[in-house]
């Protein structure tokens, strides 16, 4: 048997497994991601209106939505596996989510980005598809409540919790914020990631924990 967790281990996890579900949430309804900032954002893309610059969150979801539908069914047609293409699609989203590509500043950029990764998905899909449906299954609310509990945030808006953790999850240096993202909504082992970033094992356990403290000590000041 291991040495057992101390405290702050144990909230740590229970907060990567709480990331988790909301990332998985904001994956299958990326328009989620916009109700977590201020201002009129998801309206305005809503109208098709361009009211000030667009971040980047604004210009990632309209290329996922005007990307997806083509996208899932070039996939479908490659691996002949609709839930199978479905998670594929939802991942690439989120990793370019977490990747945030600096150096790209419009929709058709993002939408070439996307589809690159998804495509780069697809070689090594038939080894992760049934492991990725299992763990990247959703959750409900209920079960969002427990693991907040689990972590020490006593939330009784699951909503608000889940916009903070996302507004959250923004402040964090580029990094810790594209390790954080990918460790706990791929559900990967810290090797994993690091293939996925191209860093060493140890950097991305650097990264990961030093983000789920900061997260975890920003929301309990705010809980406080």
Request: net charge negative.
């Amino acid at each position: 048997m291991g040495a057992p967790l101390d405290p702050d281990q144990a909230r740590d996890i229970s907060l990567a497994a709480l990331l988790r579900v909301v990332l998985r949430e904001c994956a299958r309804t990326p328009l989620t991601l916009l109700t977590a900032e201020p201002g009129p954002a998801v309206v305005r893309i809503a109208r098709g209106e361009k009211q000030g610059a667009p971040d980047f969150a604004e210009l990632l979801v309209e290329a996922y939505e005007s990307a997806s539908e083509m996208l899932l069914a070039r996939i479908v047609r490659q691996i002949g596996n609709r839930a199978d293409a479905d998670d594929i699609v939802q991942t690439a989203f989120m990793r370019v989510y977490a990747r945030r590509p600096d150096h790209i500043t419009d929709v058709e950029g993002l939408r070439k980005y996307l589809w690159a990764t998804a495509e780069n998905l697809v070689k090594d899909a038939a080894v992760r598809a049934a492991k990725d449906r299992e763990r990247l299954d959703a959750e409900g609310h209920e079960r969002l409540s427990v693991l907040a509990d689990h972590a020490g945030l006593p939330f009784d808006d699951t909503v608000a919790l889940r916009d903070m953790l996302i507004r959250l999850l923004d402040t964090l240096p580029p990094r810790e914020r594209q390790a954080v993202i990918v460790y706990t909504y791929e559900g990967n082992t810290y090797k994993e990631t690091a293939r996925v970033m191209g860093v060493a094992e140890g950097t991305v356990k650097g990264y990961v924990h030093d983000g789920l403290v900061r997260i975890r000590k920003q929301l309990g000041e705010h809980v406080a």
